[in-house]
């Protein structure tokens, strides 16, 4: 059973940054996509960013492009997520996830996709 552990979330200013992390504890993690979601109050779970195996290539939401950066350290079994020039409307649950490809992340997880338990970043106007 693969764990992923996220941390780095919290209450930030309007505009502020933060970095979220997420380590895996999977031996494949580094032939596995990664990638994050999201998931605000009376909302459903939304797609935010995910990375190919070698970092190669990324994949962004419209909403987050030229803000957010999304990253990964093979040899730490970890994942992160820079967000800048936050808004409120990125206020929400932050989950990391992973799974055998980019595609299946970037169209909202299949039954092979597999999740940490979330981070919460809220951001004050």
């Known amino acids: 059973q693969v764990q992923l552990v996220e941390s780095g979330g919290g209450l930030v200013q309007a505009g502020g940054s933060l970095r979220l992390s997420c380590k895996s504890s999977a031996r494949t993690f580094s032939g596995h996509a990664m990638g994050w979601f999201r998931q605000a109050p009376g909302s459903e779970r939304e797609f935010v960013a995910a990375?190919?195996?070698?970092?190669?290539?990324?994949y962004y939401a419209d909403a987050v492009k030229g803000r957010f950066t999304i990253s990964r350290d093979n040899a730490e079994n970890t994942v992160y997520l820079q967000m800048n020039s936050l808004e409120p409307e990125d206020t929400a649950i932050y989950y990391c996830?992973?799974?055998?490809?980019?595609?299946?992340?970037?169209?909202?997880?299949?039954?092979?996709?597999?999740w940490g338990q979330g981070t919460q970043v809220t951001v004050s106007s």
């Open positions: 996830a992973g799974d055998i490809s980019s595609r299946r992340l970037s169209s909202g997880g299949t039954s092979t996709t597999y």
């Open positions: 990375i190919v195996w070698n970092g190669g290539t990324t």
